[in-house]
């Protein structure tokens, strides 16, 4: 009983271990935050070439009607 006491009560380990479980998510949240900027900027570049694409066809089309 007295051994589980100590265990129980040895407290030596505990900032290494807090300071392991803080960078781990640390690690993950920084993780996420990337993942979810490269998302969003792939999104946005997907918007973007969306209506260039529509202006471009947009713009021919306009020429086509105004040309020869």
């Known amino acids: 009983?007295?051994?589980q006491q100590s265990i129980v009560r040895d407290e030596q380990a505990g900032?290494?271990?807090?300071?392991?479980?803080?960078?781990g998510l640390?690690?993950?949240?920084?993780s996420i935050v990337i993942a979810v900027i490269l998302q969003a900027t792939g999104w946005a570049?997907?918007?973007?070439?969306?209506?260039?694409?529509?202006?471009q066809?947009?713009?021919g089309g306009l020429t086509n009607l105004l040309g020869p």
Do not use: R
């Open 1 to 3: 009983m007295k051994m």
């Open 15 to 23: 900032p290494l271990v807090e300071e392991s479980l803080l960078l």
């Open 26 to 30: 640390a690690v993950v949240t920084v």
């Open 45 to 55: 570049q997907e918007v973007v070439n969306g209506l260039l694409e529509v202006l």
């Open 57 to 59: 066809d947009s713009w």
